[in-house]
């Protein structure tokens, strides 16, 4: 159990120590795209991404609200046909 314990704990540490040790401060890959002129491709892509996965959100609160508005409004019909019983 203690061994487990252990090797939970020292296994990400040991990631982590190793992927510094891989880090190199130049991003090739930016660099090209900023060069060629690529770069506000990928930043409008990821925008119209964004923007979509916002609305879908925004619409789907829109839908439990409506839907949670129904369920309260048909308890409030039961609990009123219960009381004129």
């Known amino acids: 159990m203690m ?3 252990k090797l939970i ?3 990400p540490l040991v990631l982590v120590t190793n992927t510094y040790a891989q880090v190199d401060n130049t991003v090739e890959m930016a660099d090209i795209l900023r060069q060629d ?3 506000y491709t990928v930043v409008f892509g990821l ?5 979509g996965l916002i609305l879908f959100l925004i619409r789907i609160d ?7 508005k129904n369920i309260e409004d048909r308890e409030n019909v039961v609990t009123a046909d219960l009381e004129n019983q």
């Open 3 to 5: 061994i487990k314990t």
């Open 9 to 11: 704990f020292l296994l």
């Open 37 to 39: 002129g690529k770069i």
């Open 47 to 51: 925008l119209v991404i964004l923007t």
């Open 62 to 68: 829109k839908k439990i609200f409506t839907l949670e």
